[in-house]
């Protein structure tokens, strides 16, 4: 996939107790593994983009399916799925109504799991709903799926589906992740609150879970909410990423949960919001200030995890930098058994790492593309960057 | 307080990725200046979404109010402004990009609208996080129909 240039795509358990120290599992840090890095390679794959889509998607995903590739990427400016067959260099794009008898809503993610079925995700709307034969059928709707109602102190939540907690739908069961409608500031949050939403489509029952771990008992900006997972099918296991955390979660099928330490080597420390909530400019002061982990992406083709942090732009937030907004991602990778292998720290103000998917031929991840005269972005041009683990020397 | 959830719960992608480019903005860009005539919604393209689609809401309905225009900032592409708020609105002579992200080098946040209008002389800002976005647009539209 060297240089391609691809035509017209896109236009493409419950952890009711944390039971490890975090103090103790930081210090061990220092003799972890530090075996494998990242390296960037001068390898990238580039999509031309149609009038209708920007740079940026919250929600694409990589498939291979059968003998062939694709990239799947939600276009929410005209609420439609753009999809990109790697071999073909075809495109395709299915249009979504939000409103009326076959209305989806407003699309903030999507979890493409066959040609056959595909989930889409309106956050606002509540709504979950299950697209059967597609590209045979035109749009027809199958199911939609209602979260529990938005009743506030019950145990709803807002669905998630951007690339990094999107649903997924394992043997008959939907596992969706979400926001708790639970005032954050109270001790309701976390006691009551379920994140975790897990639907068996075949009996039609639902479930709830808490995924929070005790840091949840503490007061955070809403930043910090929304969990990130993926599922590991060779061990039919979730592992999840709980962005103030330094374990991951690692959960079966069965439910049974375990966790490991996974932290950057960066952070000393993810400190609760200790400012006045119902301010927005603490809340955001917050964020800046504090390092908060993110997407995790399973690597089947090295049965490696890369599990992603942003790290506050201290740089910019002493200066008083504008550009203190742009967190530094860091890119922690973990073996198969989930213990920390390697860190690789990315340059300020190059990439967009939620955007960012797993092939055969390693990690790319969206970086944009500089016009001529450098005085901005190419912004019909979606570009990522190659990287590639390789052993440290 | 599950309003603010609401609004927020979408917002952490925006962060990772704004301002990628401030250090490499074009200088063709007009200075932006405040006229006292006029109330201006200083608008972060890639802020907090729910608060921008209720400034996006504003500007439609208010489109051609003579006392209000609307500054669109801290956005990576016209493209994208253009996408977030709609080709008719991209058009309005209502509309001002900050192409340079002016306004954000001067210190406005890039998480909220904020609202700036000139009082005795003064120019005051108000940023309308989502705790006040609804009682403040609403007096918003009191003083601009007036």
């Given at each position: 996939m060297n240089k391609y240039k691809h035509h017209l795509f896109i236009v493409l358990t419950i952890i009711t107790q944390s039971c490890q120290n975090t103090a103790r599992l930081r210090e061990n840090d220092q003799s972890v593994n530090d075996s494998l890095t990242l390296v960037e390679t001068k390898n990238d794959l580039r999509f031309e983009l149609d009038e209708f889509t920007g740079l940026i998607t919250q929600s694409l995903q990589y498939v291979d399916y059968k003998d062939s590739s694709f990239l799947f990427f939600l276009n929410r400016h005209v609420n439609s799925l753009y999809s990109y067959n790697f071999q073909t260099k075809k495109r395709k794009i299915l249009n979504f109504k939000k409103e009326g008898p076959n209305g989806v809503g407003k699309l903030n993610g999507f979890y493409f799991h066959n040609f056959d079925s595909i989930f889409l995700v309106s956050a606002d709307f509540y709504k979950i709903t299950l697209v059967v034969n597609p590209y045979m059928d035109k749009n027809k709707i199958f199911r939609t799926m209602k979260m529990t109602p938005r009743k506030i102190g019950s145990n709803s939540a807002k669905p998630l589906g951007f690339t990094g907690n999107r649903p997924y739908f394992i043997k008959n069961k939907l596992y969706i992740l979400g926001v708790p409608d639970i005032d954050p500031t109270t001790s309701d949050f976390f006691n009551k609150g379920q994140n975790l939403q897990i639907m068996n489509l075949m009996d039609s029952t639902k479930k709830s879970k808490s995924l929070f771990t005790?840091?949840?008992?503490h007061t955070w900006s809403p930043y910090f909410y929304d969990y990130y997972h993926d599922f590991v099918r060779p061990k039919n296991s979730f592992v999840y990423s709980p962005p103030v955390s330094d374990s991951v979660i690692s959960m079966s099928l069965n439910e049974d949960i375990t966790y490991n330490y996974a932290g950057s080597r960066y952070i000393k420390e993810i400190q609760p919001m200790s400012t006045d909530f119902s301010d927005g400019v603490n809340r955001e002061a917050h964020y800046y200030s504090n390092a908060s982990y993110f997407m995790i992406l399973y690597d089947k083709y090295n049965k490696l995890f890369y599990r992603f942090i942003e790290l506050p732009n201290q740089k910019a937030i002493d200066d008083n930098d504008p550009r203190k907004a742009s967190k530094i991602a860091s890119i922690i990778i973990l073996n198969d058994k989930l213990e920390k292998v390697g860190e690789k720290k990315l340059a300020p103000y190059e990439f967009f790492p939620i955007m960012s998917f797993v092939t055969s031929e390693g990690l790319y991840i969206s970086q944009p593309l500089l016009n001529s005269d450098k005085s901005g972005v190419e912004e019909n041009i979606l570009r990522f960057v190659l990287f590639n683990v390789k052993k440290n020397e | 307080m599950s309003k603010v959830l609401r609004f927020f719960s979408l917002t952490i992608f925006y962060y990772a990725i704004i301002l990628l480019l401030s250090s490499c903005s074009n200088g063709k860009q007009e200075t932006i200046e405040f006229e006292s005539k006029y109330h201006y919604l200083v608008i972060p393209v890639h802020g907090c979404p729910g608060c921008i689609q209720k400034a996006k809401s504003h500007a439609e309905e208010h489109l051609y109010s003579e006392r209000i225009k609307y500054i669109f900032t801290d956005f990576t592409t016209e493209k994208d402004v253009r996408l977030s708020i709609g080709s008719q609105l991209f058009k309005s002579d209502r509309i001002i990009l900050d192409r340079s992200n002016q306004l954000i080098d001067d210190g406005f946040t890039s998480s909220y609208p904020t609202l700036v209008f000139t009082e005795k002389g003064k120019l005051k800002k108000i940023i309308l996080s989502p705790d006040v976005i609804d009682d403040k647009l609403k007096k918003l539209n009191i003083i601009i129909t007036r």
């Amino acid at each position: 996939m060297n240089k391609y240039k691809h035509h017209l795509f896109i236009v493409l358990t419950i952890i009711t107790q944390s039971c490890q120290n975090t103090a103790r599992l930081r210090e061990n840090d220092q003799s972890v593994n530090d075996s494998l890095t990242l390296v960037e390679t001068k390898n990238d794959l580039r999509f031309e983009l149609d009038e209708f889509t920007g740079l940026i998607t919250q929600s694409l995903q990589y498939v291979d399916y059968k003998d062939s590739s694709f990239l799947f990427f939600l276009n929410r400016h005209v609420n439609s799925l753009y999809s990109y067959n790697f071999q073909t260099k075809k495109r395709k794009i299915l249009n979504f109504k939000k409103e009326g008898p076959n209305g989806v809503g407003k699309l903030n993610g999507f979890y493409f799991h066959n040609f056959d079925s595909i989930f889409l995700v309106s956050a606002d709307f509540y709504k979950i709903t299950l697209v059967v034969n597609p590209y045979m059928d035109k749009n027809k709707i199958f199911r939609t799926m209602k979260m529990t109602p938005r009743k506030i102190g019950s145990n709803s939540a807002k669905p998630l589906g951007f690339t990094g907690n999107r649903p997924y739908f394992i043997k008959n069961k939907l596992y969706i992740l979400g926001v708790p409608d639970i005032d954050p500031t109270t001790s309701d949050f976390f006691n009551k609150g379920q994140n975790l939403q897990i639907m068996n489509l075949m009996d039609s029952t639902k479930k709830s879970k808490s995924l929070f771990t005790t840091d949840y008992k503490h007061t955070w900006s809403p930043y910090f909410y929304d969990y990130y997972h993926d599922f590991v099918r060779p061990k039919n296991s979730f592992v999840y990423s709980p962005p103030v955390s330094d374990s991951v979660i690692s959960m079966s099928l069965n439910e049974d949960i375990t966790y490991n330490y996974a932290g950057s080597r960066y952070i000393k420390e993810i400190q609760p919001m200790s400012t006045d909530f119902s301010d927005g400019v603490n809340r955001e002061a917050h964020y800046y200030s504090n390092a908060s982990y993110f997407m995790i992406l399973y690597d089947k083709y090295n049965k490696l995890f890369y599990r992603f942090i942003e790290l506050p732009n201290q740089k910019a937030i002493d200066d008083n930098d504008p550009r203190k907004a742009s967190k530094i991602a860091s890119i922690i990778i973990l073996n198969d058994k989930l213990e920390k292998v390697g860190e690789k720290k990315l340059a300020p103000y190059e990439f967009f790492p939620i955007m960012s998917f797993v092939t055969s031929e390693g990690l790319y991840i969206s970086q944009p593309l500089l016009n001529s005269d450098k005085s901005g972005v190419e912004e019909n041009i979606l570009r990522f960057v190659l990287f590639n683990v390789k052993k440290n020397e | 307080m599950s309003k603010v959830l609401r609004f927020f719960s979408l917002t952490i992608f925006y962060y990772a990725i704004i301002l990628l480019l401030s250090s490499c903005s074009n200088g063709k860009q007009e200075t932006i200046e405040f006229e006292s005539k006029y109330h201006y919604l200083v608008i972060p393209v890639h802020g907090c979404p729910g608060c921008i689609q209720k400034a996006k809401s504003h500007a439609e309905e208010h489109l051609y109010s003579e006392r209000i225009k609307y500054i669109f900032t801290d956005f990576t592409t016209e493209k994208d402004v253009r996408l977030s708020i709609g080709s008719q609105l991209f058009k309005s002579d209502r509309i001002i990009l900050d192409r340079s992200n002016q306004l954000i080098d001067d210190g406005f946040t890039s998480s909220y609208p904020t609202l700036v209008f000139t009082e005795k002389g003064k120019l005051k800002k108000i940023i309308l996080s989502p705790d006040v976005i609804d009682d403040k647009l609403k007096k918003l539209n009191i003083i601009i129909t007036r």
